[in-house]
């Protein structure tokens, strides 16, 4: 089975912390992916990588950056943590092999409160 | 206008009953469709693909219309354990990203 796990279920942070997410998936997938979800607007794209290293922007990116040194593992980074990124966050990977017709296999989520 | 749109819900529900959901999505370039479950508190887990003849799994059914862009899925016989939120999610264009509607929450009651 896919797993993907996320270093922390619950985080606390202070306006002005920088925060650092941490995701590892142990499916050797290519493709990694940092979501956010808030009440009524769904998961939200904040950044993808395609490959060590590759990253590209998606629907939100402003005020986060990711990294990503090795294939297994994928990091969110809010360099200076605001209330507005109060939310759940979740991480997805999924294999470019056709087969799989793109399903994306989440982590359990890091539920972050900025105060 | 939203990329991929869905009923919010909720749609409360006796055990027994059978229950259709809708979605319809704006981006016709799309190739992947799937239908995701997602449990209080919990992450979104695949619950099926969507394929252009339809497909079914067990009590659930599954339907796309290309030409009108719009997605169904059709839970018979619901069960408590059905509760939760469906998530329409259609792939953008012909790279890796999906697209996540809102949700539709259901309620199965006893």
């Given at each position: 089975d896919v797993k993907v796990t996320q270093s922390s279920r619950y985080l606390v942070k202070r306006t002005g912390e920088k925060v650092f997410l941490e995701c590892v998936q142990d499916?050797?997938?290519e493709n990694m992916f940092w979501y956010r979800q808030d009440p009524g607007l769904g998961l939200r794209l904040i950044y993808f990588s395609y490959d060590v290293k590759m990253k590209e922007k998606g629907d939100i990116p402003e005020g986060y950056s990711v990294s990503r040194e090795k294939k297994e593992r994928f990091s969110l980074i809010l360099e200076s943590a605001s209330t507005n990124q109060t939310s759940m966050y979740l991480c997805a990977s999924s294999t470019t092999l056709a087969v799989s017709y793109n399903e994306q296999f989440f982590g359990p989520g890091t539920r972050l409160t900025v105060l | 206008r939203k990329e991929v749109e869905q009923d919010p819900g909720p749609f409360n529900v006796p055990e027994g009953a059978t229950v259709a959901f809708n979605c319809t999505y704006?981006?016709?370039?799309?190739q992947s469709f799937f239908w995701y479950r997602q449990d209080c508190r919990k992450e979104p887990k695949l619950l099926m693909s969507v394929y252009s003849s339809g497909n079914e799994d067990g009590r659930f059914t599954a339907q796309l219309n290309r030409a009108s862009q719009y997605i169904s899925l059709l839970i018979r016989d619901?069960?408590?354990?059905?509760s939760a939120t469906y998530l329409c999610v259609v792939g953008k264009?012909?790279?890796?990203k999906l697209i996540f509607g809102s949700g539709t929450r259901l309620l199965v009651r006893p």
């Open positions: 499916m050797d997938h | 704006s981006n016709s370039a799309s619901s069960k408590l354990s059905d264009d012909s790279s890796y």
